[in-house]
């Protein structure tokens, strides 16, 4: 007959119950600092105690410096009347690879082209509302990351063109939105000058109407169905756009500059020493953060209107209206790319300097293409996960840092 042999813990000579030794509070900030963000908002709802150290300006700002060391590309496409936000990991470009996008939250921004670039992990998109047979227009702001938005104040104006640029001041940590109106025809200057100011962590926004002493428009950068996409870019506390000036136009548009500190509009002339272009290209000029500084992005073309080089224009002085040049011809590879059916966008520069493409429209293959002006060498990164998307039409943001900071609702100011 068997009998079962008692054994004993020597550790725990009692049998006693073991618990856990707690895992120390920092540990799991450390763990916290390295998940994803979306599981970063619902761990607020754990205790008030976590709900008050993740929207902590501590563990906030460590989330972003991290976050600023691992950069993402970010994907925007309308479809069924709202935006569609996708991204992946900024890849490297002497890997080339196929990355698969991740697919976020959508938000009712009725129209991709009036999407601003991201800006410190945060996008702002127009949204056209009807109430009571009449149409306004209200600024967005949302963390794709999150899939958490709000609205601002409505755009104070009767007219229907609404065009917004969205920046961030460093001095005292404030989002900014300007949104100017032209007239319905388009023919008109700029009009009823605005701003509308928030802070992450704090409650509500602010909004106000601002003078500006120059006579200009922003300039379509392009056009579909009737949507208008405008181009600016904010770097190191101002906003930059294309626009053409009055006073100074020769038919080509100049760059408009708007402090968000002192929020006082100036302009800057466009180079002389630009290459020769021609309207309806299949590749549109586009401003660029370059190492820190303004850039922009010229096709040029050969006789037969194939686009066979990229020329960088880099702002030197802006007090000066000086830009140095750089011309490129791409290497033949792009020959055996670049299809005249196909209409390309310029999506940025890298750290390093490289120059990014890719198509505007999702297809069965869809595609980044990353040129080196220091090798001349061009690299394909193949882009899956939004082939239920095709045909539609894609924009692709550079350096999009993910953020867990949020604007608490609350009442406008």
Not at 273 to 285: A, M, Q
Not at 361 to 369: A, C, Q, R
Request: with cysteine; net charge positive.
């Amino acid at each position: 007959m068997m009998t079962r042999r008692k054994t004993r813990s020597c550790s725990n000579p009692r049998n006693e119950e073991v618990k856990p030794e707690p895992i120390p509070f920092d540990l799991v900030i450390e763990i916290l600092l390295r998940s994803p963000v979306k599981s970063i908002a619902r761990f607020r709802k754990v205790s008030k105690l976590w709900e008050s150290t993740l929207r902590g300006p501590q563990f906030t700002e460590s989330f972003f410096t991290l976050s600023w060391s691992r950069p993402k590309i970010l994907f925007t496409c309308l479809k069924d009347g709202e935006t569609v936000f996708f991204s992946l990991p900024q890849p490297h470009p002497q890997d080339p690879s196929i990355i698969t996008a991740n697919i976020h939250m959508s938000f009712p921004i009725n129209c991709s082209s009036h999407i601003c670039r991201p800006v410190r992990g945060l996008v702002c998109g127009l949204h056209r509302r009807k109430t009571k047979g009449a149409t306004s227009t209200v600024p967005l702001i949302c963390n794709p990351s999150t899939g958490e938005s709000f609205p601002l104040h409505k755009v104070n104006t009767r007219r229907k063109a609404v065009i917004s640029f969205f920046g961030y001041n460093p001095i005292d940590k404030s989002f900014k939105v300007l949104s100017m109106t032209r007239s319905s025809g388009g023919l008109s200057h700029s009009g009823e000058h605005q701003v509308l100011t928030f802070k992450t962590g704090t409650k509500g926004s602010s909004r106000k109407m601002i003078e500006c002493d120059i006579l200009h428009h922003p300039s379509v950068v392009e056009q579909t169905n009737g949507f208008c996409q405008y181009d600016g870019i904010c770097i190191n506390g101002a906003l930059y756009y294309l626009a053409v000036v009055y006073a100074v136009s020769n038919g080509y548009p100049d760059v408009v500059r708007f402090d968000l500190e002192s929020e006082k509009f100036s302009y800057i002339k466009r180079a002389d020493h630009v290459v020769e272009t021609y309207s309806g290209g299949h590749l549109e000029p586009t401003l660029v953060n370059y190492k820190g500084r303004l850039g922009k992005l010229h096709p040029s073309y050969s006789n037969d209107r194939a686009c066979t080089g990229i020329q960088l224009l880099v702002l030197e002085d802006a007090g000066k209206h000086q830009w140095s040049s750089y011309i490129y011809v791409l290497p033949p590879p792009w020959m055996n790319i670049y299809d005249v059916k196909t209409k390309f966008c310029f999506v940025g520069t890298t750290v390093e300097g490289d120059i990014v493409l890719s198509p505007n429209t999702i297809s069965d293959f869809f595609y980044l293409l990353f040129y080196s002006p220091e090798r001349n060498t061009i690299n394909i990164v193949g882009i899956k996960g939004m082939e239920s998307f095709k045909g539609h039409k894609a924009y692709a943001f550079l350096d999009h840092v993910e953020d867990v900071k949020l604007v608490d609702r609350g009442p406008v100011t």
